[in-house]
């Protein structure tokens, strides 16, 4: 189960902590995104971070804003969102899937959370 939290209203420019927290698997062996998904539109992928190196990567619209990390004994994974847009504004969705890789695709990963909003006022 991945229960995400720390979503809210905010203004642009601000900053935001996302966290999802994960029970019922070996969290350290999977794979961990966040998505999102605005009105009316996809669910693009944000970020990722490989289960065993750690290494990450961004979409290009997030990067050098936010910030993917984990930390593996509290079975948790975190985005942090500074220097937030209102094109910012969706309902973002953490993902796991098993195993070392990065993928943009949603259908590839197999857990998925119920999704925390995040609003960003101009």
């Known amino acids: 189960q991945l229960v995400e939290s720390g979503g809210g209203l905010v203004q642009a420019g601000d900053s935001l902590r996302l966290s999802c927290a994960d029970s019922?698997?070996?969290?350290?062996?999977?794979?961990m995104a966040w998505f999102r998904q605005a009105p009316g539109k996809d669910r693009e992928f944000v970020a990722d971070?490989?289960?065993?190196?750690?290494?990450?990567y961004y979409a290009d619209a997030v990067k050098g804003r936010f910030t993917i990390s984990r930390d593996n004994a509290k079975n948790t994974v975190y985005l942090q969102m500074n220097s937030l847009k209102p094109e910012d504004t969706a309902v973002y969705y953490c993902?796991?899937?098993?195993?070392?890789?990065?993928?943009?695709?949603?259908?590839?990963?197999?857990?998925w959370g119920q999704g925390t909003q995040v609003t960003v006022s101009s």
């Open positions: 971070v490989m289960s065993s190196s750690g290494e990450t």
């Open positions: 993902a796991a899937s098993f195993g070392d890789f990065i993928s943009t695709i949603p259908g590839q990963y197999v857990y």
């Open positions: 019922g698997r070996t969290f350290s062996s999977y794979s």
